[in-house]
Nanobody, 116 residues
């Protein structure tokens, strides 16, 4: 099992920045993929960015050039630096882990609201 705790969400004006953090605990050595998804009201959950131990970093087209994902292996923490935020970035952001056994683990989510 992997436990995930997100932090860093909040309310920000358009054009502003936020940094999300996700601290992993438990069987962290089994992590193959770690990253972020988001879900806006009435929409499906979508990938924002992730880090795959085998294939590298992936970003959604909608956030390329604005968001940066990074991982601190010593702290078992993944970050999402979000710059030039837009109202359409408003969503609940979830941390996600896929283990080497392809089990999925999710955090509780953190709300990001971008006002226009």
């Amino acid at each position: 099992q992997v436990q995930l705790v997100e932090s860093g969400g909040g309310l920000v004006q358009a054009g502003g920045s936020l940094r999300l953090s996700c601290a992993a605990s438990g069987r962290t050595l089994s992590i193959r993929v770690i990253g972020w998804y988001r879900q806006a009201p009435g929409k499906q959950r979508e990938l924002v960015a992730n880090i795959d131990s085998f294939t590298g970093i992936k970003y959604a087209d909608s956030v390329k050039g604005r968001f940066t994902i990074s991982r601190d292996y010593a702290k078992n923490t993944v970050y999402l630096q979000m710059n030039t935020l837009k109202p359409e970035d408003t969503a609940v952001y979830y941390c996600n882990v896929v283990s080497t056994r392809l089990d999925n683990f999710w955090g509780q989510g953190t709300q990001v609201t971008v006002s226009s």
